[in-house]
């Protein structure tokens, strides 16, 4: 049986959609060549458009399902929650040929997902878990599909409410930071003068950190060069010194180096959030740790803290933006963190340790040594 590729356009990627799509006729044409299959069918949920797909595919010679028996499968009634996930299950109804398979990929309203197969005869014991192993592999590709899709919505999202964001602070900042020059400039010496100048300093400082924050936003390449991230950390550390000794929390970093090509300024914005975020929830007298460890084409560094760790819902959610479990917090530190890590290829996830306590995990990648 020869295999037709997904074609697209001349010189273009051809779309998530149409990824996913070509990985699904692959595996049902793989089917349909080691199996005795008049016929398949595959049922999934496609994000990019909100939308449930059917896709049908026939053995050579073999015609199409009749009307009735489209009817019959696209009314789903033959499919119960008693049906065991990624186990194939018979499916009788006079509309289908030959013998009848479904194997439900995950049960979920609307829009359940699952493999339908028209078999010319009894599948055998070890073709039925040839076909489970299959229907592992689909359900796995298409959760991956919908949750980076799911990823690249928020990273839009975010990337809008930054821009927004930046534009609506720009002037403002201005403003003050044109004032607090007239005062330092009008002002005899003394306190007075020191305050303006102080608040002068302070503007600027989150003038140059809002420039950052636009910055990400843009998805514009990175500035990444060779940089120890133990004395990035330093810095995120020394900054927030007295956040944490007000709480009596201390914080401790491995003292051997870690090398790795990134943008310097933005990586220090990831570990300032999740230092932040660490220190928030630690109780008094605790600890927060950084460790680093570097593999051959990866690092990574995990942070960990002594708090009361993080719900099923927080670990569903906790990188969305405007999710936050902070009083006053916006639920943009930890998506902006997660956008940074991945603009530098890497990846940014978060779990509980068995003996208390939350830890984010952050992975970049590492150049091989020549």
Same mark, same amino acid.
């Given at each position: 049986m020869k295999l037709s590729p997904v074609r697209t356009d001349a010189g273009t990627e051809p779309s998530p959609s149409t990824q996913l799509e070509g990985v699904c006729q692959l595996q049902i044409d793989q089917l349909l060549v080691v199996l005795p299959l008049m016929g398949a069918c595959i049922a999934y949920y496609d994000p990019q458009n909100g939308q449930q797909q059917r896709l049908f595919r026939y053995a050579p010679g073999?015609?199409?399902? %009749?009307?009735?028996?489209?009817e019959y499968l696209a009314s789903e009634v033959w499919l119960h929650d008693a049906m065991p996930v990624l186990t194939l299950s018979d499916l009788e109804s006079g509309f289908l040929p030959g013998r009848g398979y479904a194997c439900?990929?995950?049960?979920?309203?609307?829009?359940?997902?699952?493999?339908?197969?028209?078999?010319?005869?009894?599948?055998?014991? !070890?073709?039925?878990?040839?076909?489970?192993?299959?229907?592992?592999?689909?359900?796995?590709?298409?959760?991956?599909?919908? /949750?980076?899709? /799911?990823?690249?919505? !928020?990273?839009?999202?975010?990337?809008?409410?930054?821009?927004?964001?930046?534009?609506?602070?720009?002037n403002p900042l201005s403003l003050i930071?044109?004032?607090?020059?007239?005062?330092?400039?009008?002002?005899?010496?003394?306190?007075?003068?020191?305050?303006?100048?102080?608040?002068?300093?302070?503007?600027?400082?989150?003038?140059?950190?809002?420039? !950052?924050?636009?910055?990400?936003?843009?998805?514009? /390449?990175?500035?990444?060069?060779?940089?120890?991230?133990?004395?990035?950390?330093?810095?995120?550390?020394?900054?927030?010194r007295p956040l944490f000794e007000r709480k009596g929390v201390q914080v401790?970093?491995?003292?051997?180096?870690?090398?790795l090509p990134v943008d310097r300024l933005q990586m220090k914005q990831v570990f300032d959030n999740l230092l932040q975020?660490?220190?928030?929830f630690s109780p008094e007298g605790t600890a927060v740790r950084f460790r680093w460890r570097a593999f051959q084409s990866e690092a990574l560094v995990e942070i960990s803290d002594?708090?009361?760790?993080? %719900?099923?819902?927080?670990?569903?959610?906790?990188?969305?933006?405007?999710?936050?479990?902070?009083?006053?917090?916006?639920?943009?530190?930890?998506?902006?963190a997660r956008k940074i890590v991945l603009d530098h290829q890497g990846s940014l996830w978060a779990q509980n340790l068995p003996g208390g306590g939350a830890q984010f995990c952050l992975s970049l990648p590492r150049p091989q040594s020549r």
């Open positions: 073999q015609t199409m399902l %009749s009307a009735s028996a489209l439900p990929l995950v049960h979920r309203s609307p829009n359940p997902e699952y493999l339908l197969l028209f078999a010319s005869q009894e599948l055998s014991a !070890e073709q039925c878990q040839l076909v489970e192993r299959s229907a592992g592999l689909l359900a796995s590709h298409i959760a991956l599909h919908q /949750r980076c899709w /799911r990823q690249h919505a !928020e990273i839009e999202l975010l990337e809008q409410v930054i821009q927004r964001t930046g534009h609506q602070l720009r930071s044109l004032y607090a020059e007239n005062l330092c400039l009008g002002l005899p010496g003394g306190q007075s003068q020191e305050q303006a100048a102080i608040i002068r300093e302070t503007v600027n400082d989150l003038s140059a950190n809002l420039t !950052e924050l636009i910055y990400c936003g843009q998805g514009v /390449r990175l500035r990444a060069t060779p940089h120890d991230l133990r004395q990035v950390v330093a810095e995120a550390v020394e900054g927030m401790t970093y491995p003292e051997t180096s870690l090398v975020n660490a220190v928030h002594q708090g009361p760790g993080l %719900s099923s819902q927080d670990l569903q959610n906790l990188f969305t933006p405007f999710y936050t479990q902070r009083p006053g917090g916006t639920g943009l530190g930890l998506a902006i």
